[in-house]
Each structure stands twice: as C-alpha cells, then as structure tokens.
C-alpha cells in the first residue's frame, strides 16, 4: 500500500479522500488544508485518520512521509507548493489542473520533476477515461471519415478552471495540438464561485490545430447551459453531452460513404448511442494515483501546459484587440503574466 497525504480539502480534496478510500492499493495517510475548522471536522467525521489532520501541508510531509502527494488547492498555490513538495523529497506528486497559472511556472514544474526524478500527473482525468479512449480509436479507425472541425459550446465561463479540460480532450482525442488562434473573453462581472480574488472570465475563440482541424470554442458567462461537444467528419459526426453521459455516433450508411461532400443532404443513417460507463471524477481519480502508484503517469505533463497555454492565448488576443496568436507562445509579456484561475 502506498502512502497519499492530500493538500487542499475543498471539494476536490474530498474526492481524493474517496479515491483513496475505494481503493485496496492506496493507504490515505492525512490532509492538510489552511482551514482548520474544515480538518477537524474532517477528522472527526471519519473521512481522514486521527492524527492525519494538519494545517501545515510541510508539517504533515515531515511527519507522515507520504509516497505520494495530492495538490489539490487552487491553481493560484500549485507553483509554490510543487516546489515545497519536491524539496521535501516527496518523488510522486498529483497536481490538480490547472498545472500553473503562468505558463513559465508550468514549463518550471514540469523541468523541475525531470530534474529531480519526480513523477508529475496533472489531473486532466479523461485522457484515461476509457469512453474517450474507444471514441479516439474510433476516430482513428475513420468511422465518421476524416475529422475536419469540432464544435464547443458551453456557459459558466471560467475558462482556465473549465476550459482547460476542454482543449486537452480536444488535443487528445484528435491527437494534434493548437498551432494558432484568434480569441475574445467574455467577462459579463459574474462573480467566481470560488471567491473574488480570482478572475477566471469566459471566452469564445477561432482556433487552428496544426493537423488542419479547426475548432469553434466558446465557454461564456451569459451561457447557463451544459457543455455540448461535436465532432465533425467527412460523412459523420459524433455529439457529446457529458451531463447527460451520451454520445451518439452519426454516419452515412456504408453505400453512401463515397458520395462527394456536396451531397450533404445524404442523411447520416447509422446511428449509435454510447453511454459514458467511466466518466466519474473520484474513479478516474483513483485510476491516476494507483498508476502513479506503480510509477506510471497516465497523461505527460507537457500536455497540460499546453492546454493552459491554449487558455492564456485566448486571454492574450482579447488584449491585443483579437490578434491572431500563434502557439507555442513565444513572446516573454505573455510567458510570464500571472493569472488567477481556480
Ligand atoms: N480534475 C478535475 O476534474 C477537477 C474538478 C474540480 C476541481 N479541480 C481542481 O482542483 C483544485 C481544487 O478545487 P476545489 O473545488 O476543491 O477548490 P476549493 O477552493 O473549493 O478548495 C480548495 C481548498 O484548498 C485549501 N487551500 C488553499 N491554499 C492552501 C494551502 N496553501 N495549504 C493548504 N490548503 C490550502 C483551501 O482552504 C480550500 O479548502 C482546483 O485547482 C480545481 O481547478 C479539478
């Protein structure tokens, strides 16, 4: 059994606590969260062993020798805590995403885990949902032909909390990466559920992967509607509606797949229903430390910083007056600006 020990127990945190608990491989060690009132009742509800309760995440390092640690705080702590975290000797760390709020801090942690020999997951779950897993061989194997454009609409904004996500499953599923972009932020002053100190606005955006796709993105705050994701191929389609655990996989019958495109009227007559059977937060969680576990990590980190650098792109064209920006970010003003998402 490996020993975890979490920092942050908001929301997050708890359901690393329950990762923990549903599996027979790792032994949750303790907690640590600024908040004491929140550990106490932590400990005594059960959910963290007595004498697991810490206020000082490095305290609780010192004294429990962790295998592997949790940072599950905001976005804004990840930097600084990694760091600490690694200091203190620990070889297996989980960051929750965001990896950083700053692209320099993010190329930092990930050159810092490569120096000292330290495994780095960054919690961006559905790469290792096996539902998205079968939907990337299925695009793979062509079965809605060749995948030209994908669609994204969703509201709440909070781009870096949520967007991030969004574009790494992009990247992921189509295996391609975001080579230009031409964003707007959409901030309607909705205050952030987390707090006022942060600022996470909404966003919509025209963007270009580097194998040809182009995406329409749009996660805004005069949205109060579920995320609805749509792959669009040669002779097919696939739609996601993850808040209803469906995807429907739409495609011309076997016959019509030679027809040109501009027989677009052709109806897409083979029609599949899949239904999400992995999508759970606390289990892909589980999944991701028991493999850290075993010294695997299931998603490169370089793969975070590129969805938080796809984000800070957006952020950067709303303030050049909607420029085109091209990624990877070269351009130092943008490398180093400090955001404050969740
Ligand atoms: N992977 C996912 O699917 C997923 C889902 C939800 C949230 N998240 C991420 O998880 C992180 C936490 O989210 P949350 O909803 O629990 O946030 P939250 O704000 O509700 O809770 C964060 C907790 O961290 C504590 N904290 C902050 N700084 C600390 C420090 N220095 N030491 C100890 N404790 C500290 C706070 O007191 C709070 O209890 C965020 O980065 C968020 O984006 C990931």
Redesign the pocket.
Same mark, same amino acid.
């Given at each position: 059994m490996k020993k975890v020990a979490i920092?942050?127990?908001?929301?997050?945190?708890i359901?690393h606590i329950q990762a923990c608990r549903n599996s027979k491989e790792l032994d949750l060690a303790g907690g640590?969260?600024? +908040?004491v009132a929140?550990v106490e009742e932590l400990i005594s509800d059960g959910f963290l062993p007595s004498g697991g309760g810490f206020s000082d995440?490095k305290q609780m390092i010192v004294e429990l020798k962790p295998d592997i640690v949790v940072i599950?705080?905001?976005?804004p702590?990840?930097y600084d805590?990694f760091h600490e975290v690694v200091n203190l000797g620990v070889k297996n760390i989980l960051c929750?995403?965001?990896i950083a709020t700053s692209i320099e801090q993010a190329i930092n942690m990930i050159e810092t885990a490569s120096l000292y020999d330290v495994l780095l997951l960054v +919690?961006?779950?559905r790469r290792w949902c096996l539902d998205y897993v079968e939907l990337k061989s299925l695009l793979e194997i062509g079965e809605i032909g060749k995948v030209e454009s994908v669609t994204f609409s969703m509201g709440g904004g909070q781009m870096g909390?949520n967007g991030m996500?969004i574009f790494d499953l992009i990247s992921y599923l189509t295996g391609a990466r975001v080579d230009k972009l031409i964003g707007f932020l959409n901030d309607e002053g909705v205050e952030n559920p987390?707090?006022k100190h942060f600022f996470d606005p909404g966003g919509y955006a025209l963007v270009h992967l580097d194998c040809g796709i182009r995406v329409y993105f749009e996660m805004t705050e005069d949205l109060g509607i579920p995320p609805l994701l749509i792959i669009n191929g040669t002779y097919g389609r696939v739609t996601i509606e993850e808040t209803k655990k469906r995807m429907t996989v739409e495609k011309r019958a076997s016959e019509d797949c030679e027809l040109p495109v501009t027989r677009y009227g052709t109806p897409l007559k083979h029609v599949t229903e899949h239904f999400f059977e992995h999508l759970d937060?606390v289990e892909l969680?589980r999944v991701g430390l028991e493999n850290l576990a075993k010294g695997e990590i299931l998603a490169d980190p370089s793969d975070a910083l590129k969805a938080l650098e796809v984000v800070i792109a957006i952020h950067a064209s709303h303030e050049m007056g909607n420029k085109m920006i091209m990624l990877p970010i070269n351009e130092n003003h943008t490398i180093e600006k400090v955001f404050s998402f969740?």
């Open positions: 920092i942050g127990l908001g929301p997050m945190g359901r640590a969260d600024l +908040n929140r995440y599950s705080t905001n976005a702590s990840h805590i929750e995403k965001p +919690n961006h779950s909390c996500h987390r707090g937060i969680t969740t």
